[in-house]
């Protein structure tokens, strides 16, 4: 079997990532504007490899709020555009509850892209959907293997979100 070899100047050291880990947005996408436009901007500020949009499917928005949500396939086609008009390599759709078509526990979305993409893992969600997350009996299990990036200040603070505050910014 031969060997590829590569040469390099005496004293050459690979330059070190000036990137670190993945960026996950994981919302219902509704607002896709602003929400895909300030995702962006977390991406570049603090130098992300990958951005990851992680739409839910309506049944697991159905039984995290309680509230109406557009059809999965509108959502991801608004998405779509979007990123066509900003350019295709600012982000990526997880397809993953495409393929399911059916309610995803968080638990189960959350193992399925720490498997699939690189750590360090940044969860990006708005504010309500991190009280709903906090609300989760696992979330004390996952959070300490990623970190929250909230968009904006709760205005209310699950209490687990309280005690774990040093994992979120």
């Given at each position: 079997m031969p060997r590829n070899l590569e040469y390099v100047p005496y004293g050459y050291e690979p330059p070190k990532p000036s990137s670190k880990g993945t960026l996950i947005f994981y919302d219902l996408f509704e607002h896709?504007?602003?929400q895909l436009a300030l995702a962006v901007a977390v991406k570049e500020q603090r130098a992300f490899t990958k951005l990851v949009l992680y739409p839910l499917h309506e049944e697991t928005a159905r039984r995290m709020f309680k509230e109406p949500v557009s059809a999965y396939h509108k959502r991801e086609k608004a998405i779509k555009a979007w990123l066509e008009e900003h350019g295709r390599k600012v982000a990526v759709i997880e397809p993953f509850e495409a393929k399911r078509k059916k309610y995803t526990p968080?638990?189960?979305?959350?193992?399925?892209?720490s498997e699939k993409y690189s750590a360090p893992y940044f969860l990006l969600v708005t504010a309500e959907m991190a009280n709903a997350l906090a609300s989760y009996a696992s979330f004390e299990s996952w959070i300490v293997k990623l970190r929250l990036i909230v968009l904006t200040e709760p205005p209310y603070l699950h209490p687990r979100l309280e005690k774990y505050r040093h994992r979120w910014m």
């Open positions: 896709v504007q602003e968080v638990d189960t979305a959350l193992r399925h892209l």
